[in-house]
Nanobody, 125 residues
Framework: QVQLVESGGGLVQAGDSLRLSCALSGRTFSGYYMGWFRQAPRKEREFVAA????????YYTDSVKGRFTISRDNAKNTVYLQMNSLKPEDTAVYYCAAGLGRLSAVTSMNIYDYWGQGTQVTVSS
């Protein structure tokens, strides 16, 4: 049974940092894209960042470039999202996801087959 379990969310002030973790189990994810998405209240779920598990290549949405860093630890089977210089507009539930697909579709929810339950990040001004 594949499981993705996020942790690390919380309430912080603008300018602070948080590191989200996504613990993976149930299969090997070599070749998969591991993505982070977020969903703010009354908004669509949106792509934040992704990493190709095997190659380590990374992708970001423009609004987080330079502030967020996605990484993975093969030994721990864990994906991380380091979030620095947080802003109130980063407030959302953050979801970890895993999927196979084309690089051109890495920002699309459609290629991700497995999802975590989400972790809340709240940034106060």
């Amino acid at each position: 049974q594949v499981q993705l379990v996020e942790s690390g969310g919380g309430l912080v002030q603008a300018g602070d940092s948080l590191r989200l973790s996504c613990a993976l189990s149930g299969r090997t994810f070599s070749g998969y894209y591991m993505g982070w998405f977020r969903q703010a209240p009354r908004k669509e779920r949106e792509f934040v960042a992704a990493i190709r598990w095997s190659a380590g290549s990374t992708y970001y949405t423009d609004s987080v470039k330079g502030r967020f860093t996605i990484s993975r630890d093969n030994a721990k089977n864990t994906v991380y999202l380091q979030m620095n210089s947080l802003k109130p507009e980063d407030t959302a539930v953050y979801y970890c996801a895993a999927g196979l697909g084309r690089l051109s579709a890495v920002t699309s929810m459609n290629i991700y087959d497995y999802w975590g339950q989400g972790t809340q990040v709240t940034v106060s001004s």
